[in-house]
């Protein structure tokens, strides 16, 4: 798993990307060994999704009846909704690529994309925790949200164009398919587990 150090040097190459800096190409490993290993990002996350959880369990018994709990299996629901919602975009990202001959770009969007995961997933846990320890706060956490998800398309648009080489179809393209598939299969995959709030 990489170390905290190394998971640094990667987030540094996507600040440069994000700049529209092409020497953050340098500082991401884009062999099959640094894509297979873009990955453990997943782990990385595991904290943040942990915040998340708890706050969806707190939204979903909210509209259970008082004496209702939830047990380890609603959480492992979760998890295979965080699964899906990590790999089917990228999936639909690699047949996209192919579709257009830009296969060889399916390995800068894996690595980004998994990478760039992780300090979202923190400040989206950052977020949600406010709720936890400022109940007051809905209003403010739900704007901040919405600011919160107008910066990711920003962000993953801005790494897309320095991938796609300034190609702004292929750029819009790839953001909604790395976008969009997620939250239509998230609240259907939440909906058909049963963790959906009523």
């Not at 640094?8 to 490993?29: C, E, N, S, V």
């Not at 996209?96 to 997933?121: C, D, I, K, Q, T």
């Amino acid at each position: 798993m990489p170390g905290f150090r190394e998971v640094q040097y990667y987030l540094a190459g996507l600040w440069l990307l994000i700049r529209l800096d092409p020497r953050g190409f340098r500082y991401l490993d884009m062999s099959e060994r640094g894509v297979n290993r873009s990955f453990w990002a997943m782990l990385w996350c595991l904290p943040p999704m942990g915040i998340s959880w708890l706050w969806w369990r707190q939204a979903f018994l909210r509209s259970m009846p008082p004496e209702a709990d939830v047990d380890f299996p609603f959480y492992i629901r979760l998890g295979l909704v965080e699964v899906a919602n990590w790999f089917v975009p990228l999936v639909f990202a690699g047949f996209l690529l192919l579709a257009f001959r830009m296969g060889e770009r399916f390995a800068p969007v894996v690595v980004s994309v998994n990478w760039l995961g992780v300090p979202l997933s923190y400040i989206n846990g950052l977020l949600l925790a406010l709720v936890f320890f400022l109940p007051g706060s809905v209003g403010l956490v739900s704007l901040l949200l919405l600011a919160f998800m107008l910066a990711q398309v920003f962000v993953l648009a801005r790494i897309l164009r320095m991938i796609c080489h300034g190609h702004a179809l292929m750029t819009g393209a790839l953001t909604l398919v790395l976008l969009v598939p997620s939250m239509i299969l998230s609240e259907y995959l939440q909906h058909f587990l049963g963790i959906y709030p009523v």
